[in-house]
T-cell receptor, first 113, second 109 residues
Framework: SQTIHQWPATLVQPVGSPLSLECTVE??????LYWYRQAAGRGLQLLFY??????ISSEVPQNLSASRPQDRQFILSSKKLLLSDSGFYLC????????????FGEGSRLTVL | AQRVTQPEKLLSVFKGAPVELKCNYS??????LFWYVQYSRQRLQLLLR??SRESIKGFTADLNKGETSFHLKKPFAQEEDSAMYYC???????????FGTGTRLQVFP
């Protein structure tokens, strides 16, 4: 069966520090991968979308970047965090040419101080 | 521009009462819509999709293209229905989903 792992679960970082959130999927190949940010009152905002290794679509201008170095690995990064980067980040995967069903990770709560 | 709107942040009902969670969309193409649910301490997961025309846990949702709506309904709410509900729209020939802001449903005993 397929599983998705996301870590760390919680992270507290000072402003200006770097960020790396990692997500891996097991039990499937060539998945679509997603990074969302979940914020109260703003719902789920799609940040990045990837259909394959090295193929990243950035959905909103921001201080973050994403990379997909391996088929089932998706990394969310920043070189210098801003206060506004605080939030709850969700990684998800779906089958390529799928049915719109996304499978979500447990999320990572980032607090920037 | 494509958009999903859920006008209610919070909906509170008593057990046994009917429930309707509102969702409206804006999309120039042929829409495919979904409802996702997040129970306390659980992952966000798919509840139902309009194309399947199915009833899941007693919930149904009908796509109304004239009103550009996809409201989620259940005739008799249960306490275990308390959760965060998100309406979502898939974009064109992609697998990208955009979500609404969510509605928290509270069902009181």
């Amino acid at each position: 069966s397929q599983t998705i792992h996301q870590w760390p679960a919680t992270l507290v970082q000072p402003v200006g520090s770097p960020l790396s959130l990692e997500c891996t999927v097991e039990g499937t190949s060539n998945p679509n991968l997603y990074w969302y940010r979940q914020a109260a009152g703003r719902g789920l905002q799609l940040l990045f979308y990837s259909v394959g290794i090295g193929q990243i679509s950035s959905e909103v201008p921001q201080n973050l970047s994403a990379s997909r170095p391996q088929d089932r690995q998706f990394i969310l990064s920043s070189k210098k965090l801003l206060l506004s980067d605080s939030g709850f980040y969700l990684c998800a995967w779906s089958r390529s040419r799928g049915t719109g069903e996304l499978f979500f990770g447990e999320g990572s709560r980032l607090t920037v101080l | 521009a494509q958009r999903v709107t859920q006008p209610e942040k919070l909906l509170s009902v008593f057990k046994g009462a009917p429930v309707e969670l509102k969702c409206n969309y804006s999309y120039s193409g042929s829409p495919e819509l979904f409802w996702y649910v997040q129970y306390s301490r659980q992952r966000l997961q798919l509840l139902l999709r309009h194309i399947s025309r199915e009833s899941i846990k007693g919930f149904t949702a009908d796509l109304n293209k004239g009103e550009t709506s996809f409201h989620l309904k259940k005739p008799f709410a249960q306490e275990e229905d308390s959760a965060m509900y998100y309406c979502a729209l898939i974009l064109g020939n992609t697998d990208k989903l955009i979500f609404g802001t969510g509605t928290r449903l509270q069902v009181f005993p």
